[in-house]
């Protein structure tokens, strides 16, 4: 029947299901990121076509990144990662199939309704109502389907990453709710407050949450090291708990919000690097002498470029959340270089890892080509350096024009090339996510993959070594 194929309870083809819809909206969301891009170095590029103005590609852009590439492919990654760690499997394939179906209707409708300007005005929060309680509905149904499969676990121990995937599923849904105005509407400056809550949470009770327990499930299986110190990863979790919820007033220190909140949400931002270099030290002690695996292992490189790239951003974001600094870099492409610094460098990074480990153990199938998984690297890597580099520079041209009082027409022309670089960069870094697209349709979808076994592996037997 329909509904048992649209509602599969096959195991692992939820998460299949997810990662391969998580790849389909990344292409929608960074295409629609670089054509927004190239309107920067070349303005005349479309007329009278609202839908492709700037302000509308990038509602999409941001949404569809965020909450369909990255949060789908979250999703996925704990469907396959949490049965492995349990040793039991998914409480519901029909209920993850069914979230999967909606969270692709939600997505659906983010499309027509961002980029015809519908929308609720506050950043990362743009969606409309009825979406807003779509996601909430996805991400609860989510949550019962993770929690339910932790009761009925084999393995009494709780690994790390099922700490960061339990927090997230816990903290996450409250930040969501808090941030949207569909939910929690208030008047004036408060409003603001409420906004940057939550367009930081969502970076630090969402994304660094269940990207940094991917991390920690990865890094152990490919190179077959006990992990480092299960005491700093718990140190590491709780300092993620108590210090990340108030720091997203440092998105506003120009504003007149009350003192004694910047103050705690600068101190808050400054003490991050606590919880950070545990991660990071766990991570690169339990690389020790397999770092050279990076050169032959193309699922280990994206992971140890994810985590390297953690290390620069969460070094950058104590450092530019200071108040002078902030004043100074504050309203400049600087900013946006490290919004892409976290989102696309980090944690993209770690959610393609992830695809390109777990796929295969869903599927059956070996990848159809390692060359283009080696392509997907080197374009992804090249283009994101050639992005920040370019970002960070306009900002830095920025920031020294408006504190030296020159006048914007003056020096704003001197940002065209690096409007070009960024177009530039954005080519190499959809071409490389065609690539990946392409590579996936061959390896499930064709029999250019290589069957690895005679059925789909069992995800509640798969190896645990924590």
């Known amino acids: 029947m329909l509904v048992d194929r649209l509602l599969s309870d096959r195991e692992g083809s939820a998460a299949r299901n997810f990662l391969i819809s998580a790849v389909f909206w990344s292409i929608w969301g960074m295409g629609a990121g670089l054509f927004a891009s190239l309107e920067f170095a070349f303005p005349d590029l479309v007329h009278n076509v609202p839908q492709f103005s700037m302000p509308h590609l990038r509602m ?10 990255l949060s789908m492919g979250y999703v996925g990654s704990m ?12 409480w519901s394939e029909k209920l993850g199939n069914f979230t999967m179906w909606a969270w692709n209707l939600l997505m659906a409708c983010a499309f027509g309704t961002l980029l015809n300007g519908f929308t609720e005005g506050r950043e990362y929060a ?10 909430v509905v996805a991400l609860i149904c989510t949550a019962l389907n993770i929690y339910m499969t932790m009761v009925n676990r084999k393995i009494k121990k709780l690994y790390v990453s099922l700490w960061y995937f339990l927090g997230a599923l816990f903290w996450f849904p409250l930040v969501y709710i808090i941030g949207q105005r569909t939910f929690v509407a208030l008047p004036g400056l408060n409003d603001a407050i409420i906004g940057w ?8 009770m969402w994304f660094t949450t269940v990207g940094v327990g991917m991390m920690y499930y990865l890094l152990p299986r490919i190179t077959q090291n006990p992990l480092y110190s299960h005491g700093l990863s718990m140190l590491g979790f709780w300092g993620i708990a108590l210090f990340y919820a108030p720091t997203g007033t440092h998105h506003i220190l120009q504003s007149p919000v009350p003192e004694w909140l910047k103050a ?13 270099m545990t991660v990071l030290t766990n991570f690169f002690m339990t690389m020790k002498g397999k770092w050279q695996m990076g050169v032959t292992d193309l699922t280990l490189r994206f992971t140890i470029t994810s985590c390297i790239f953690y290390l620069i951003t ?28 976290a989102l696309l460098g980090t944690f993209s990074f770690i959610l393609t890892a992830s695809v390109y480990y777990g796929l295969p153990r869903l599927t059956g199938r070996e990848w159809a ?29 920025q920031s020294a024009g408006w504190h030296h009082g020159i006048p914007i027409d003056m020096w704003a022309m001197e940002l ?15 071409l490389g996510q065609l690539l990946f697209a392409y590579n996936i349709w061959k390896t499930v979808y064709t029999n250019a993959g290589i069957v690895i076994d005679t059925k789909t592996p069992t995800l509640s037997t798969m190896e645990v070594k924590s």
């Open 79 to 90: 469907f396959y990662m949490v049965p492995a760690l349990t040793k039991a499997k998914l």
């Open 126 to 135: 743009e969606l409309g109502a009825i979406l807003d309680v779509l996601v």
């Open 197 to 204: 809550f939550y367009g930081h949470n969502i970076l630090g």
């Open 60 to 69: 999409f852009h941001v949404n569809a990144v965020a909450i369909g590439w």
């Open 264 to 276: 705690i949400a600068v101190i808050s931002s400054v003490f991050l690097l606590v919880p950070v």
């Open 314 to 341: 969460c070094t950058q974001g104590p450092f530019q959340a200071t108040r002078w600094i902030n004043w100074y870099l504050h309203f400049t492409q600087w900013v946006v270089g490290h919004a892409h610094l």
């Open 416 to 430: 065209k090339p690096y409007w070009i670089l960024r177009g530039i960069s954005g080519i190499m870094i959809v």
């Open 369 to 397: 080509s390692q060359g283009l998984i080696r392509a997907h690297w080197w374009l992804k890597t090249l283009g994101f350096t050639l992005m920040m580099i370019s970002l960070t520079t306009a900002g830095l041209i």
